[in-house]
């Protein structure tokens, strides 16, 4: 990495990109590579021209001299994030709290990771009433 470094491999200031301005620019012909986790391939696939999908490679970065771990893996993370309000309380609190174990559980993940599915953050509604003040005579 550091050698990539020195040769000028990397634009100034790329430490300060986000991962969706780094992607605009690999899209747009102006990067000749990037570097991401397994999370990237949706990305890559869905959205990159035909053109430079049709070019792009895809490797595991060597190992390095006296690295721990197997140098033929990767990471299989499915990249989501999951919480809820700090105001939600008691029964409530106890059902979300089983719903983000459901989902981010190791069935969770797999079925998640088995449908080939992207999954978007949503708002869920809330199934909770409004309370309405009753006026007193």
Same mark, same amino acid.
């Given at each position: 990495m550091q050698d990539l470094g020195k040769s000028k491999a990397f634009q100034d200031g790329f430490n300060s990109i986000d991962e969706n301005q780094m992607m605009q620019l690999y899209f747009q /012909?102006?990067?000749?590579?990037?570097?991401? /986790? /397994?999370?990237? *391939?949706?990305? *890559?696939v869905n959205n990159a021209p035909k053109d430079v999908l049709g070019t792009t490679h895809i490797t595991v970065l060597p190992p390095v001299d006296g690295g721990k771990g197997n140098p033929q893996s990767t990471a299989g993370v499915? /990249?989501?994030g999951m919480g809820m309000s700090k105001k939600v309380t008691g029964a409530q609190k106890e059902a979300a709290q089983q719903l983000l174990y459901a989902l981010s559980g190791p069935e969770g993940q797999k079925a998640t990771l088995d449908s080939k599915a992207r999954l978007s953050a949503i708002r869920l509604k809330s199934t909770r009433r409004k309370r309405t003040r009753s006026s007193s005579s």
């Open positions: /012909g102006k990067a000749a590579m990037f570097m991401d /986790g /397994g999370w990237a *391939l949706a990305n *890559l499915v /990249g989501t």
